[in-house]
C-alpha cells in the first residue's frame, strides 16, 4: 500500500510489515508498533488536510479589477450630473447623462467573462473523462510547466503479466507453458497468476499435477507425470545444485529491465525461463512524448525499487526518475519542485500518492485509483489512460484564453462606450443596448469553447 511495489516482497523475522498489507501464503506474527493516530495511514491523512488547507485561493482578475471599476464609475456619473448641470443648469438633462454612464458601465460582461468560459471548459473537459473541481483548479492546470508521475498503477497497469518466455530443448514453448501454468494455477501468489493468465490468452489447455508443494520465499515443487519438478528463483535452483550458467545472462539482462525472473527446471536440468514484470499502459509513451513537445518537464516519482523505476522511465521516455519514496516524502519532493519556482501536478493512484497530490499545485488522480487519492486531487482523469493529462492542460489553457479575450472585450467595451456616454453622444436607450450586446457577445465567444478540440 505504501511502497507502491506491484511485486511481491520477502519478509524475514525480525522486519517490519506494513498494515493493509496482503499476505499472500502461510500465516505469522506480529507486534504492533504504532496504533491510532501514531499509525503511517493516520500521518498521511494529516498530511492531506494540512496541505489541502495550506493553498491559498487564486485571487481573480475580475474581481480585483471589479473592485476599483465599480467606485471609479460612481465618482465619473457624479462627474458627469455636475459636469452637465453646470454647462446647462438643467437638471434633468445632467440626471439623464448620468444614468447613461451607470447604464452603460454596468459591469455585465466583465462579471460574465470567467464563469461563462469556466462552465464551457469544465463541461467539456467532462464529455472526454477529465473532471475539474471547479475553475481555480482549471486556472491551476493551465499553468502547469512540470508534470510528476507515479509508476505503479498510473504509468503502468499495476498488475504482473508475463513479458519474455524462452524455453530450453527438448521442450516446446506450448509443452512448458502448460505444465508452469498447470502448477501455478494451484499456487497463491500474483506472478504465478500473471503466468496462468497468460496461458489463457495462448489457449493452453491446463493439466493435473500432483504433491504441489510452496516452497516460502523461493519458488514451488511439484510432480508431473511422475516427473519432479521446480518453479522459483536463483536460491531455489542453487540450493537444488543446478547449474544456470547456460541461462544467466538472460536472466540478468531480464532483471536489469525491473522484471522478476523465475527458473523452471526438471531432472536438474534447467527447462525455461519465464520473466514477469508489471508492464507499461498502451498511451503512457506517446502521452508522455506529447506534455514534452508542450513544453512540459515530465518526472517519474516512485516508491519501487530504483531498478524497476528505471526499466519502466526507459520504455516511456521519462528522463527524471526519483524511486524508492515513502509516502510524506513524495509530498516533500513536490514542495522542493514548487520552490524552484516549478508550477507541478502530480499524477497518481494510490493511498501512498495522496499527500503528494494535496501538496501539488495540482493533484490530477487517476480514476481507477482509491478512494484517498481522488478526494486528495484537483483533477479526476476517469479513465485512467495518460492521454488525458495533456487534454486536460490543453484544455485548461484555451479556457483560460477564452477568459482573457472576454475581461479584454469587456475592458473595450467600456473605454470606448463610457467616454461616449460623458459626453453625451450615447442616450440611456443606445447605452442599454450596447451594454447587452456586450454581454451577448462574451456569452458567445464562450459558446465558441464547446467547439474545440483537446485531443491535440
Known sequence: MLTGESIPVEKNPGDEVIGSSINRQGSFSFRASKVGDDTVLAHIIRMVEEAQGSKAPVQRLADKVSSYFVPAIIIIALITFFGWYLKEANFTT????????????????????????IMVGTGLGAQKGVLFRGGEHLERTAKIDTVVLDKTGTITKGMPSVTDFVVMPPFSEKELLGIIASAEKKSEHPLGEAIVEYAKQNDIKLEEISDFEAIAGQGIHFYHKNREWYIGNEALALARGIDISAVVEQKKQW????????????????????????????????????????????????????????????????????????????????????SAGK?????????????ALAAADVGMAIGTGTDVAMESASVALMSGDLKTIPVAIRLARQTLRKIRQNLFWAFIYNAITIPLAVFGVFTPIMGGTAMALSSVSVVTNSLLLKRYNPDG
Open 94 to 117: 445632467a440626471l439623464m447623462h448620468m444614468a447613461t454612464v451607470l447604464v452603460v458601465a454596468c459591469p455585465c460582461a466583465l462579471g460574465l467573462a470567467t464563469p461563462t468560459a
Open 255 to 338: 532483471e536489469e529491465e525491473g522484471k522478476t525472473v523465475m527458473i523452471a527446471f526438471s531432472d536438474n536440468k534447467v527447462a525455461g525461463l519465464i520473466a514477469v514484470a508489471d508492464t507499461v499502459k498502451e498511451n503512457a509513451k506517446s502521452a508522455i512524448s506529447e506534455l514534452k513537445q508542450m513544453g512540459i518537464e515530465v518526472l517519474m516519482l516512485t516508491g519501487d525499487q530504483k531498478r524497476t523505476g528505471l526499466a519502466i522511465a526507459k520504455q516511456v521516455g521519462i528522463d527524471n526518475v526519483i524511486a524508492e519514496v515513502l509516502p510524506g516524502n513524495k509530498a516533500d519532493v513536490v514542495q522542493r519542485l514548487k
Open 343 to 355: 508550477v507541478v501536478a502530480m499524477v497518481g493512484d494510490g493511498i501512498n500518492d495522496a499527500p
